[in-house]
């Protein structure tokens, strides 16, 4: 689930919920980066090949192109926000590579 809280021409922002246990498409985007914040709760975070655990604070740069997925392993929601920086912000910029809910 996701909550747009900032749209403008140079920047998108935004509140991701991941719930307990669910995971988001594997992904990349050719318009633009984007730099995840972790507010609550314990992220995983698929970037390229690699596998990390975010907490509370913590952020990650994707950047453009970058095959990129976000995670809940926990029984606790995970809230990110994500900031988008390029030159296209629409929700046809995803390029899902797996799907686990078959978009």
Not at 27 to 46: D, F, I, L, P
Not at 48 to 55: A, D, H, V
Not at 61 to 81: C, F, K, R, S
């Amino acid at each position: 689930m996701f909550e747009n809280l900032f749209d403008s021409a140079i920047c998108k922002v935004k509140r991701l919920t991941v719930n307990p246990g669910q995971h988001l498409s594997l992904q990349y985007h050719h318009k633009r980066s984007e730099h995840w914040v972790v507010v609550q709760g314990k992220a995983t975070v698929q970037l390229e090949k690699e596998r990390l655990y975010l907490e509370p604070g913590q952020s990650i740069d994707i950047p453009l192109a970058a095959q990129h997925a976000l995670g809940n392993d926990t029984d606790e929601d995970v809230i990110v926000i994500e900031i988008q920086m390029g030159s296209y912000f629409g929700e046809d910029d995803i390029v899902r590579v797996s799907d686990p809910y078959k978009r």
